[in-house]
């Protein structure tokens, strides 16, 4: 899922990869209209995977913040409204989420888009932020003989 989930530069919400063309990706919007369109090298796509959020010490990838919100929200939609919420209740909510978030690097803006993302994956029906790792193949010891 991390790898299939995309954010467009210039484009809102989030999209799906559908499809791989020859010069571009076939994407899906995850909103209600399901409005499949094409994007483009020229197009700043960017998977969710690669994204992270800053803290006073390491990065943290976006997943675990989103599992983070799940778990304060209980896995339903956020409470709080981002396009009506002040900054101070902004910044108090996503405290709850993530507590060691740098005040500094961390602006509203992205605490709004990280709060219209969840709502949107958790509308499409994607809840499953962290996945498990499966072992590959070759780590696997009872495969020696």
């Known amino acids: 899922m991390q790898q299939t989930i995309l954010a467009i530069s210039g484009k809102p919400g989030l999209y799906k990869?559908?499809?791989?063309?020859n010069n571009n990706l076939?994407?899906?919007?995850?909103?209600?209209?399901?409005?499949?369109?094409?994007?483009?090298a020229t197009?700043?796509?960017?998977?969710l995977a690669d994204v992270a959020m800053f803290t006073e010490t390491d990065d943290i990838p976006l997943m675990?913040?989103?599992?983070?919100?799940?778990?304060?929200?209980g896995g339903?939609?956020?409470s709080i409204n981002e396009k009506k919420a002040s900054s101070e209740e902004l910044r108090a909510y996503f405290t709850k989420v993530l507590p060691e978030w740098d005040q500094d690097r961390v602006?509203?803006?992205?605490i709004k888009k990280l709060i219209s993302w969840y709502n949107i994956l958790v509308e499409a029906g994607i809840t499953d932020f962290k996945e498990e790792m499966s072992p590959t193949e070759g780590d696997n010891i009872d495969d020696r003989k």
């Not at 990869?17 to 063309?21: D, I, K, P």
């Not at 675990?64 to 929200?73: H, Y």
């Open 17 to 21: 990869l559908v499809s791989r063309g």
């Open 26 to 40: 076939i994407v899906e919007a995850l909103d209600a209209t399901h409005k499949r369109m094409p994007a483009f």
């Open 43 to 47: 197009d700043r796509i960017t998977s």
């Open 76 to 78: 339903k939609k956020a």
């Open 64 to 73: 675990d913040v989103l599992d983070n919100l799940k778990k304060l929200e």
């Open 107 to 110: 602006q509203n803006s992205h």
